[in-house]
Nanobody, 117 residues
Framework: QVQLVESGGVLVQAGGSLRLSCHASGIVFRLNDLGWYRQAPGKQRELVAFITTTGIINSATSVKGRFTISRDNAENTVSLQINNLKPEDTAVYYC???????????WGQGTQVTVSS
């Protein structure tokens, strides 16, 4: 019913840039907050950025200035632009959605981002 599919994760050298995308179906896209999480090896899944239905953006302190989240309601997509990639950005990146504030309720399968030195 609900499906979120990420794309764009690749092996990239440190200092490079990458754009991740997530297409959602089975939800009223414009009525959902959207977010990006990541999970690095040995670490808990962490929220890196989210954007509300009204376009308000919140980002983790650790990624401010390098990560930019955006949404396109016409295309049912949420994107994450990552600049100046660092090895510590290596993780599986997941997109997520919620109709109401609280727990994120829908998840994509994840896309692997690997940053080499």
């Amino acid at each position: 019913q609900v499906q979120l599919v990420e794309s764009g994760g690749v092996l990239v050298q440190a200092g490079g840039s990458l754009r991740l995308s997530c297409h959602a179906s089975g939800i009223v896209f414009r009525l959902n907050d959207l977010g990006w999480y990541r999970q690095a090896p040995g670490k808990q899944r962490e929220l890196v950025a989210f954007i509300t239905t009204t376009g308000i953006i919140n980002s983790a302190t650790s990624v401010k200035g390098r990560f930019t989240i955006s949404r396109d309601n016409a295309e049912n997509t949420v994107s994450l632009q990552i600049n100046n990639l660092k090895p510590e950005d290596t993780a599986v990146y997941y997109c997520t959605a919620r109709r109401l504030t609280g727990q994120w309720e829908h998840w994509g399968q994840g896309t692997q981002v690997t940053v080499s030195s």
